[in-house]
């Protein structure tokens, strides 16, 4: 079975403090590994898609690689508009009943400080 | 322009009725989805239809059924409520063709069973 832990579950940083949210996951074949935002009373909103080992992608202060057993979410110089929940989730090869599905880590809690 | 619409957001109902959930994306996907979020924040897939076709059908109890008029609508109807469905259930959307194409989230239906 699928599997995704995010750590840590809750992550309280200084406006420009840098620092790494972590998902680790077991899956049989990744299709692929997406990382969300979601704040609070919304739904999650797609940030990234990472689909092999060695991976990178960016998007403003945001930076996700990717590796066989993990995926890091860099955030550098953070400020507090930042602050939300960041989901990750994996998708696994493989077709019939299964196809498509996503399989989500439980969350970390970002809070930025001005 | 709202991509993914559900309706209601609210839904506060007492043990034993029956009650509907509505959702519609603009996207021109073909594949939607219904997630359940608990209250550890854990979103899980229930359900996901393509092109009016139900693909992915997780163990839920068959007092949930989805149903999908066409490929922009997805609804979600639950029988003989019970305290255990309280949660907030999400509709998403994507476009099946290659299997890792992002999910688009709606903002959630917060059901309170009382």
């Known amino acids: 079975e699928d599997q995704v832990t995010q750590s840590p579950e809750a992550l309280r940083l200084q406006e420009g403090e840098s620092s790494s949210l972590n998902c680790s996951y077991t899956v049989s074949g990744l299709r692929g590994l997406f990382w969300y935002r979601q704040d609070p009373g919304k739904g999650p909103e797609f940030l990234f898609t990472l689909y092999s080992a060695g991976e990178e992608k960016e998007k403003e202060r945001l930076k996700a690689t990717l590796t066989k057993k993990e995926s890091f979410l860099h955030i550098t110089a953070p400020k507090p508009e930042d602050s939300a929940t960041y989901l990750c989730a994996v998708q696994a090869r493989g077709g019939g009943t299964s196809y498509g599905k996503l399989t989500f880590g439980q969350g970390t809690i970002l809070t930025v400080h001005p | 322009d709202t991509a993914v619409s559900q309706t209601p957001k609210y839904l506060v109902t007492q043990m034993g009725n029956d009650k509907s959930i509505k959702c519609e994306q603009n996207?021109?996907?073909?594949?939607m989805y219904w997630y359940k979020q608990d209250s550890k924040k854990f979103l899980k897939i229930m359900f996901s239809?393509?092109?009016?076709?139900?693909?992915i059908n997780e163990t839920v109890p068959n007092r949930f059924s989805p149903k999908s008029p066409d490929k922009a609508h997805l609804n979600l109807h639950i029988n003989s409520l019970e305290l255990g469905d309280s949660a907030v259930y999400f509709c998403?959307?994507?476009?099946?063709?290659?299997?890792?194409?992002?999910?688009?989230f709606g903002d959630g239906t917060r059901l309170s069973i009382l």
């Open positions: 998403a959307s994507s476009q099946f063709v290659t299997g890792n194409q992002p999910q688009h």
């Open positions: 239809y393509n092109n009016k076709e139900l693909i």
């Open positions: 996207l021109g996907h073909d594949t």
